[in-house]
Protein backbone atom coordinates (compact mmCIF):
# COMPACT_ATOMS: atom_id res chain seq x y z
CA UNK A 1 0.00 0.00 0.00
CA UNK A 2 1.38 3.16 -1.01
CA UNK A 3 0.81 6.39 0.63
CA UNK A 4 2.31 9.73 0.88
CA UNK A 5 2.63 11.83 4.31
CA UNK A 6 3.09 15.16 5.06
CA UNK A 7 4.76 17.30 7.48
CA UNK A 8 5.75 20.35 8.12
CA UNK A 9 2.84 23.03 8.71
CA UNK A 10 2.09 25.60 10.67
CA UNK A 11 1.51 28.91 11.63
CA UNK A 12 4.58 31.80 10.38
CA UNK A 13 4.62 35.07 10.56
CA UNK A 14 4.68 37.31 7.03
CA UNK A 15 7.94 37.77 5.90
CA UNK A 16 8.90 34.45 7.70
CA UNK A 17 9.86 30.39 6.15
CA UNK A 18 8.50 27.22 6.80
CA UNK A 19 9.75 23.94 5.04
CA UNK A 20 6.92 21.01 4.71
CA UNK A 21 7.61 17.54 3.63
CA UNK A 22 6.26 14.93 1.59
CA UNK A 23 7.41 11.13 2.43
CA UNK A 24 6.60 8.29 0.39
CA UNK A 25 6.08 4.49 1.82
CA UNK A 26 4.82 0.85 0.58
CA UNK A 27 6.15 -1.40 -1.90
CA UNK A 28 7.40 1.08 -4.49
CA UNK A 29 9.12 0.87 -7.79
CA UNK A 30 10.21 4.63 -9.15
CA UNK A 31 8.60 7.73 -8.19
CA UNK A 32 8.56 9.85 -11.34
CA UNK A 33 6.84 13.51 -10.87
CA UNK A 34 6.30 15.12 -7.27
CA UNK A 35 4.38 18.03 -6.98
CA UNK A 36 2.78 20.43 -4.42
CA UNK A 37 -0.60 21.81 -4.70
CA UNK A 38 -2.37 24.27 -2.53
CA UNK A 39 -5.66 25.15 -1.68
CA UNK A 40 -6.96 27.73 0.44
CA UNK A 41 -10.86 28.58 1.46
CA UNK A 42 -13.48 28.66 -0.97
CA UNK A 43 -10.25 28.39 -4.30
CA UNK A 44 -9.88 25.62 -6.24
CA UNK A 45 -6.60 23.50 -5.71
CA UNK A 46 -3.67 24.53 -7.54
CA UNK A 47 -0.48 23.44 -8.80
CA UNK A 48 2.43 25.20 -7.12
CA UNK A 49 5.42 23.17 -7.95
CA UNK A 50 6.84 20.57 -9.78
CA UNK A 51 9.78 18.38 -9.64
CA UNK A 52 11.21 15.23 -11.98
CA UNK A 53 12.93 12.56 -11.41
CA UNK A 54 15.73 14.01 -12.61
CA UNK A 55 15.59 17.28 -10.96
CA UNK A 56 14.01 19.29 -12.97
CA UNK A 57 11.74 21.80 -11.39
CA UNK A 58 9.42 24.67 -12.53
CA UNK A 59 6.66 26.94 -10.48
CA UNK A 60 3.60 29.00 -10.43
CA UNK A 61 4.22 32.52 -11.25
CA UNK A 62 2.78 33.64 -7.36
CA UNK A 63 5.55 31.36 -6.15
CA UNK A 64 8.79 32.25 -8.24
CA UNK A 65 11.79 33.19 -6.47
CA UNK A 66 10.08 32.62 -2.71
CA UNK A 67 9.60 28.81 -2.64
CA UNK A 68 11.94 26.05 -3.48
CA UNK A 69 11.44 22.60 -4.15
CA UNK A 70 13.48 19.80 -4.22
CA UNK A 71 13.76 16.12 -3.12
CA UNK A 72 16.15 13.27 -2.31
CA UNK A 73 15.28 9.99 -4.06
CA UNK A 74 16.65 7.62 -1.73
CA UNK A 75 14.58 9.03 1.29
CA UNK A 76 11.52 8.87 -1.21
CA UNK A 77 10.91 12.34 -0.21
CA UNK A 78 10.07 15.57 -1.49
CA UNK A 79 10.48 19.35 0.20
CA UNK A 80 8.59 22.35 -0.11
CA UNK A 81 11.34 25.21 0.95
CA UNK A 82 8.67 28.71 1.41
CA UNK A 83 10.45 32.16 1.84
CA UNK A 84 9.14 35.70 1.94
CA UNK A 85 5.91 33.75 3.11
CA UNK A 86 2.62 35.92 2.70
CA UNK A 87 -0.92 35.92 3.81
CA UNK A 88 -2.09 34.85 0.66
CA UNK A 89 0.21 31.59 1.22
CA UNK A 90 -2.19 30.52 3.56
CA UNK A 91 -3.21 27.44 2.65
CA UNK A 92 -3.50 23.72 3.11
CA UNK A 93 -0.90 22.03 1.18
CA UNK A 94 -0.77 18.83 -0.52
CA UNK A 95 1.37 16.55 -1.90
CA UNK A 96 1.08 14.63 -5.10
CA UNK A 97 2.89 11.94 -7.19
CA UNK A 98 2.76 9.59 -9.89
CA UNK A 99 4.18 6.44 -8.32
CA UNK A 100 5.05 2.91 -10.29
CA UNK A 101 4.03 0.19 -7.54
CA UNK A 102 5.72 -2.80 -7.38
CA UNK A 103 2.93 -4.54 -7.92
CA UNK A 104 2.37 -2.39 -11.60
CA UNK A 105 5.63 -1.25 -12.50
CA UNK A 106 4.69 -0.57 -15.77
CA UNK A 107 2.83 2.71 -15.32
CA UNK A 108 2.18 5.35 -12.94
CA UNK A 109 -0.69 6.12 -10.14
CA UNK A 110 -1.72 8.99 -8.78
CA UNK A 111 -1.33 9.07 -5.26
CA UNK A 112 -2.40 12.36 -2.94
CA UNK A 113 -0.95 12.98 0.79
CA UNK A 114 -3.69 14.34 3.27
CA UNK A 115 -2.51 17.86 3.56
CA UNK A 116 -0.73 20.19 6.30
CA UNK A 117 -2.37 23.40 6.92
CA UNK A 118 0.05 26.50 6.59
CA UNK A 119 -0.91 29.64 7.70
CA UNK A 120 0.80 33.25 7.13
CA UNK A 121 -0.11 36.10 9.58
CA UNK A 122 -0.09 39.55 8.35
Known amino acids: QVQLVESGGGLVQAGGSLKVSCTAS????????MEWYRQAPGKQRELVST???????SYADSVKGRFTISRDNAKKTVYLQMNSLRPDDTAVYYC????????????????WGQGTQVTVSS
Open 96 to 111: HAMIRPTSAPWRDYEY
Open 26 to 33: GSIFRINN
Open 51 to 57: ITNAGSS
